[in-house]
């Protein structure tokens, strides 16, 4: 596998020395000041590929491996008035990004919410910090701060039992606030309660069909696209995955990666392989579908995750210790590896914050050092397995 780390550009506290020391060699960033539907020009392209050749302590050490990730408007998914519009300028940017010789592009099909969390700084229990997400904590948001119409018809009589039984503070509703913004589009800026009725407002018609209809209709028009560039397409799965605030999820299971892989039969309609988000779901069976479906697979993240007694419950454990059998996921790929003869771009998805970094500014889950350790640890069984094959 090529190994990678995730980097948020020059402004990202890790630094391009710090992803090449970790033992990386393929950079997964994107041009994350554009904004979302706007054009990747080649001049901010070529701005990119030159910080990333200048960035590493040995010359032409790291490399740009993945795009992650070239997002879908919202009015893309929602089938907005400017879709049309939006799709010719997603088309037009991968075609760009093509004739730079990047050949992965990662993407989601999340409505308005990126990814979810409830806690972004739990207590493990060697004193690091980690990620989590509490269904009960996220129904108690949507039911005290959003006060969203309707909330009640759309989770678990258990789970909303237990989040009346205990409502939060208004201290622990705004922290909840703040942490679910930290995965939507543009809550570096500005995205409070008032922010996200209004976004989740613009879904008020559009049901788990509709979304896969439009999901189906935006594959039909990129992947061919794609293919002429020569960039394979990576959906990611959803995180966590099941609905959430009202908004349908399309890419959770084992049945919908089956359905969205077979609506455009093409290489260039892949998946990025998310351990974490696909562990989440208590009836995906990880290691299956990684052999099942790794010959479309063009984008690896690896995490591992212990679920809760609520469905969706999870915390984000250390990347070999969890519900995940990773040693399996990770032979399975290393099979396609030598079936296909192409090296999957991997990265650890995340890292606990611990030791130097746990009193340093980072993004949620992107600190140095534990992504380091879940690096170094990945690597580690893959080259026990390759050595126990050529045994």
Not at 60 to 76: A, D, Q, T
Not at 85 to 97: A, I, S
Not at 243 to 249: K, M, V
């Amino acid at each position: 596998m090529e190994h990678c780390l995730r980097w948020y550009g020059p402004d990202d506290p890790v630094s391009l020395r710090d992803v090449r020391q970790a033992g990386a060699r393929g950079v997964v960033t994107a041009l994350h000041h554009v904004a979302n539907g706007d054009e990747w020009t080649d001049v901010e392209i070529e701005r990119r590929l030159q910080e990333i050749a200048e960035g590493s302590p040995d010359a032409g050490g790291l490399r740009w491996s993945v795009v992650e990730s070239l997002p879908v408007h919202e009015e893309i998914k929602r089938c907005g008035p400017r879709r049309n519009e939006l799709l010719d300028t997603y088309c037009r940017n991968l075609e760009r990004l093509g004739s730079f010789g990047i050949e992965t592009v990662c993407y989601n099909f999340m409505p308005v919410l990126d990814w979810t969390r409830t806690d972004l700084s739990v207590n493990w229990f060697d004193g690091s910090k980690a990620l989590a997400f509490s269904l009960v904590d996220l129904v108690a948001f949507d039911l005290f701060a959003l006060q969203r119409a309707g909330a009640e018809h759309g989770y678990p009589d258990a789970v909303l039992s237990e989040a009346r039984r205990h409502p939060p503070s208004p201290e622990r509703l705004a922290e909840l606030g703040r942490t679910i913004a930290a995965g939507l589009p543009g809550s570096e800026e500005s995205y409070g309660v008032a922010e996200l009725r209004s976004a989740l407002a613009d879904y008020a018609d559009v049901h788990r069909g509709a979304l896969e209809d439009s999901l189906d209709a935006f594959l039909r028009t990129v992947v061919p696209v794609a293919e002429g560039a020569g960039v394979r397409l990576a959906i990611h799965p959803d995180d966590p995955p099941l609905p959430l605030l009202g908004l349908p999820r399309v890419v959770s299971t084992a049945s919908d990666l089956r359905r969205l892989l077979g609506s455009v039969e093409s290489e260039a309609n892949g998946l990025t392989f998310c351990t974490g988000s696909l562990g989440a779901h208590p009836e995906n069976d990880v290691p299956a579908l990684a052999e099942e479906l790794s010959p479309r697979v063009h984008f690896v993240h690896l995490r591992n995750v212990e679920k809760g007694s609520s469905p969706g419950d999870f915390v984000e454990s250390d990347h070999l210790d969890g519900d995940v059998d990773m040693v399996r996921v990770i032979g399975a790929l290393l099979d396609e590896e030598e079936r296909s003869r192409r090296a999957l771009p991997m990265r650890p998805d995340h890292g606990h914050a611990m030791l130097d970094d746990l009193g340093k500014e980072s993004r949620p889950g992107y600190s140095a050092i534990g992504r380091l350790r879940g690096l170094a640890e990945l690597r580690g069984v893959e080259h026990a397995l390759r050595a126990s094959r050529a045994g």
